[in-house]
C-alpha cells in the first residue's frame, strides 16, 4: 500500500495535481474492539458527512484531511463491525480480503467496497470443484463468525440446490475455537469418523492450523479444501509433514504482479525511510549484515522475534503474501479512481475478473466407480453409497450401474458383468443314461416278444391255463405297450410324445393289473368250497367283464384327462439352462392315474396273498406278490425323488420307474411260467396239477376225492 500510494504521488504528469496522498496504518490484530477503536480515532474529526471534497484552493487548517477512505480489513468480521461505523459517516471502505457474502448487502453497508471475489462466487466454485470429482458427501467445518456463518450457509443452499450433493456433518465452531482444544479434538475425531470424501473448511487460518496439525499426527490422507482465508496461509503450508494430512485444493482470487514491486522491496531494505520495515529489521536482521552468517535457507515467518536468526533478503521479496497483494494495489487504484472521477479528472476503465482454474484429483472416500457386477446402493454410510455385488440372474457392466435382470432366456456370469445364453437341455439319444434305458427297453420289447411266442405255442398246457389262458395275451401286450413308451421320455419333447408318455403308461399297467386280478379271481373261486360264499362268487367269476371294468376306470381318467388338460412340451428356466420338458397339464389326473394303478397293485397283493394258502404248483400267488411290492416300492420312491429332482434327468427317471414296474411282472409272474414250459415239461401236465392239490390237502388232514 505504501508502494503504491507512494508511486502515485511521484508518477509525472501527476494523477490528481495539487493533492496529494497520505496514509495512516492501524494494527486491528484481527480483534473486533481493537477495530472499532482505531475507526473511532480515524473519523474524531470528520465532522460534516456531506463535505466529501476539498477544493484546489482550499487551504486547510486542520491536521487532518476531510476527505477519508479506509482499506481494509482483511477479515469478515472485523469488515462487518468497521463498516457499520464508517457508515455513519459515509465513508468509503475497501476491503482487499473479506469475502463474506453479508457485506454485498448495500441496505447494511452502504460505503462498503472490495477488490476481492465474494463468497458467492467463491462457494459456487468450490460446489463446482465437489462437481467435476464426482464427489457426493462433503463435511462443513466453519466458524461462528460472519465470514464462516455465511459462507457455510451458501455452501449448503448450494448443495442442497443441486440435490446429487449429501452434506455428512456441518459444525460450525466459535470464532477462535482454535484456544479449545477440547472442541479440536471432538472435531478431529468427528473427521477421522466420517465417511465424507472433502473437508471443507470456512474459517481462518489460525483455526485451521491445530486441526491440520492433529490431521499430521494421525496420519488422516483426507481431501481438504480451503477456504481463501488459509488457502495460501504459511502458518498451514509450513507445517512439519504437511503432506501426511491428505490433499489440499484452495481457493484464492486471480493473482497479478505489482508493477516494480519486487524491485522496490528489494532496495527498500538499502537505506530505508519507511517506519514499518526499520521496525522489521530490528527483529528480523538482514544475514548481508552479519557477514559471519552461513545462509543456508531463507528465513521463515515461524521464527521468533529475537531467536537470532537472520534472514536473506532475496527471500524476503519471494515470500510476500502474493494472493492479497494486488488486491491492496487495486484498493488505492480504486481510491484514486474515484478522486479523479469527483474531481472530473479523466476517467479510465479498470476491469476485473473471480477466476478458477479445475483440477485434477482422485475421489477419496465414496466408491464412484464399481467392478463390473457391482452397483452403487446405499447400505450403512449416511451419504456415501458402496459397492453391492449384483444378485444371480443380475449384472451391471460396471462404474457402478444399477444392476439389471438378464431375461428368462439369459443367465448372469459369474463375475455378474454380463449376461450369458442359457443352454436348451433334454434327454439326448446318445446320453449313457438313455443308452441304457433304450438298451432295456429293446431287450424288453425283444422278450415280450419272445414270451408270447412260448405262450402262443403252450396255449393248450395248464401252465398257460393257469396265468388265465387268453388273458396272458393280454398281459404282454400291455407289458409291450409300456417298454414301447419309454422311447418317448427321451429327444426333444413334442405335443404328441407328451399326449403318449404318462397316459399310455397309465393305461398299460392297468390293463396288465386287470388281466392278473381276473386269474387271481379265478384260481380263488376255483378252490372255494363253502356253497354260500362260492355261489356269488361264480357269477362274479367272469374274466372278460373283471378286465373291462377295472380297465374301464383307468381309461375313462386317461380320456378325460387327454381331453381336458393334456400334457404338453413346456421349458423350466433354470440357473443356467432351459430345461425343455413336458408339462403334465393337471396334476389331479396325473394324481388320479397313479393311484388308481396304486389301488390295482395293493388289490392284487392282497388277492394273491389270500391265494398264497391255496394249492399252487407254479407259486403263481407269490410271484405276483412279489411284482406287486416292487411296483409299489419303486413308484413310492419315485415321488420324493421326482419332487426334489431337477433338470433333464427328470423325465429319465420316470422312464426308468415304468422300465421297472414293467420288469417286475414280466420277470416275476411270466418268465418262470416260460422257464417251465421249456426246461419243467414234466410238471406242464394236469396229473402233476392233480399230485400238487392232493398232498396239499393230505398234509392237512383232509381227504381228496379224485375224479
Known amino acids: 500500500m505504501i508502494y503504491t500510494i507512494r508511486e502515485i504521488n511521484k508518477r509525472t504528469p501527476r494523477v490528481l495535481p495539487d493533492f496529494t496522498l497520505g496514509y495512516d496504518i492501524y494494527d486491528t490484530c484481527g480483534d473486533v474492539n481493537f477495530a472499532i477503536r482505531a475507526t473511532l480515532q480515524l473519523l474524531k474529526n470528520q465532522s460534516d458527512p ?73 462457494t459456487r466454485a468450490i460446489a463446482e470443484l465437489v462437481c467435476k470429482f464426482n464427489w457426493k458427501s462433503v463435511a462443513i467445518v466453519a466458524s461462528d463468525d460472519e465470514y464462516g456463518k455465511y459462507g457455510s450457509d451458501n455452501l449448503v443452499y448450494i448443495f442442497r440446490e443441486k440435490k446429487n450433493i449429501c452434506i455428512e456433518f456441518i459444525d460450525i465452531l466459535p470464532g477462535n475455537f482454535y484456544e479449545d482444544l477440547t472442541k ?39 481431501t481438504w479444501i480451503a477456504s481463501d482465508s488459509w488457502s495460501t496461509s504459511t502458518k498451514v503450508s509450513q507445517l512439519e509433514g504437511i503432506e501426511k494430512a491428505g490433499e489440499v485444493f484452495g481457493f484464492i482470487s486471480k493473482m497479478n504482479e505489482v508493477p516494480s514491486f519486487k524491485d522496490y522491496v528489494m532496495s527498500t531494505f538499502n537505506g530505508t525511510t519507511n517506519a514499518i520495515l526499520e521496525h522489521y529489521l530490528t527483529h528480523y536482521p538482514l544475514c548481508s549484515n552479519r557477514p559471519d552468517e552461513n545462509i543456508s535457507a531463507c528465513f521463515t515467518t515461524n521464527s521468533q522475534p529475537g531467536s537470532g536468526q537472520c534472514q536473506d533478503i532475496r527471500c524476503v521479496a519471494d ?26 479528472c479523466d476517467n479510465q476503465q479498470c476491469k476485473h475478473s473471480g477466476k478458477f482454474t479445475a483440477l485434477e484429483v482422485t475421489v477419496y472416500n465414496c466408491s464412484k466407480t464399481c467392478a463390473p457386477g457391482q452397483e452403487l446402493k446405499m447400505q450403512s454410510k449416511k451419504c456415501c453409497k458402496d459397492c453391492v455385488p449384483c444378485a444371480d440372474g443380475e449384472f451391471s457392466a460396471g462404474n457402478g450401474e444399477e444392476c439389471q435382470r438378464c431375461s428368462q432366456a439369459e443367465f448372469s456370469s459369474p463375475q455378474r458383468d454380463k449376461c450369458l445364453n442359457k443352454t436348451v437341455e433334454f434327454l439326448q439319444w446318445e446320453d449313457p443314461f438313455v443308452i441304457i434305458l433304450s438298451c432295456l427297453g ?35 401286450f400291455s407289458l409291450l405297450a409300456c417298454f414301447c413308451v419309454i422311447f418317448t421320455f427321451t429327444g426333444k419333447p413334442t405335443r ?31 378252490f372255494n368250497f363253502d356253497p ?83 394249492p399252487d404248483l407254479y407259486k403263481n400267488a407269490r410271484l405276483i406278490t412279489t411284482s406287486m411290492m416292487l411296483f409299489l416300492i419303486i413308484w413310492i420312491l419315485l415321488i420324493p425323488i421326482y419332487i426334489s429332482l431337477i433338470g433333464k434327468y427328470k423325465r429319465g427317471i420316470e422312464g426308468a420307474a415304468i422300465l421297472i414296474s414293467s420288469y417286475s411282472i414280466l420277470c416275476c409272474h411270466l418268465a418262470p411260467k416260460c422257464y417251465i414250459m421249456v426246461f419243467k415239461k414234466e410238471i406242464n401236465n394236469q396229473n402233476a396239477i392233480t399230485e400238487n392239490i392232493r398232498k396239499h390237502y393230505e398234509q392237512k388232514n383232509m381227504a381228496v376225492i379224485k375224479s
Not at 195 to 218: G, L, Y
Request: hydrophobic share 45%.
Open 442 to 476: 429293446v431287450f424288453g420289447i425283444i422278450a415280450t416278444f419272445v414270451f408270447a411266442i412260448l405262450f402262443t405255442m403252450y396255449h393248450s398246457t395248464p401252465i398257460v391255463k393257469a396265468v388265465g389262458g387268453y388273458l396272458c395275451f393280454l398281459e404282454l
Open 532 to 614: 354260500k360264499i362260492g355261489s356269488w362268487m361264480k357269477k362274479l367269476n367272469r374274466p372278460v367283464a373283471v378286465v373291462t371294468i377295472v380297465f374301464g376306470v383307468q381309461l375313462a381318467i386317461c380320456v378325460s384327462w387327454l381331453h381336458f388338460n393334456p400334457p404338453f412340451p413346456d421349458n423350466e428356466t433354470l440357473n443356467k439352462a432351459i430345461m425343455l420338458q413336458c408339462d403334465k397339464g393337471n396334476d389331479k389326473f396325473f394324481i388320479a392315474m397313479l393311484g388308481y394303478n396304486g389301488f390295482l397293485a395293493v388289490s392284487c397283493l392282497l388277492f394273491a396273498f389270500k391265494g398264497n394258502k391255496l
Open 184 to 222: 479440536v479434538n471432538e472435531l478431529v475425531s468427528k473427521i477421522n469418523r466420517s465417511s465424507a470424501e472433502a473437508i471443507i473448511m470456512f474459517t481462518k487460518d489460525t483455526n485451521v492450523r491445530p486441526i491440520m496439525q492433529e490431521a499430521i499426527n494421525q496420519t488422516f490422507n483426507r
Open 319 to 344: 515470500n510476500i503474501d502474493q494472493d492479497e497483494l494486488y488486491n491492496v494495489y487495486l484498493a488505492v487504484q480504486v481510491i484514486v479512481e474515484g478522486l479523479r472521477h469527483l474531481l472530473k
Open 50 to 122: 456531506q463535505r466529501c471534497l476539498i477544493p484546489a484552493s482550499f487551504q486547510s487548517a486542520l491536521p487532518e484531511p476531510q476527505t477519508k477512505a479506509v482499506i481494509g480489513e482483511r477479515y469478515s468480521e472485523v469488515s462487518i463491525a468497521i463498516a457499520r461505523v464508517i457508515a455513519l459517516s459515509s465513508v468509503t471502505q475497501i476491503s482487499y480480503a473479506s469475502t463474506s457474502e453479508h457485506l454485498s448487502r448495500k441496505w447494511k453497508f452502504p460505503t462498503f467496497l472490495r477488490t476481492i471475489s465474494s463468497d458467492e462466487h467463491q
Open 496 to 526: 404328441v410324445t407328451c399326449m403318449l408318455g404318462l397316459p399310455v403308461f397309465g393305461l398299460g399297467q392297468s390293463l396288465c393289473m386287470a388281466c392278473i386280478l381276473a386269474n387271481l379271481f379265478q384260481i380263488l373261486v376255483g
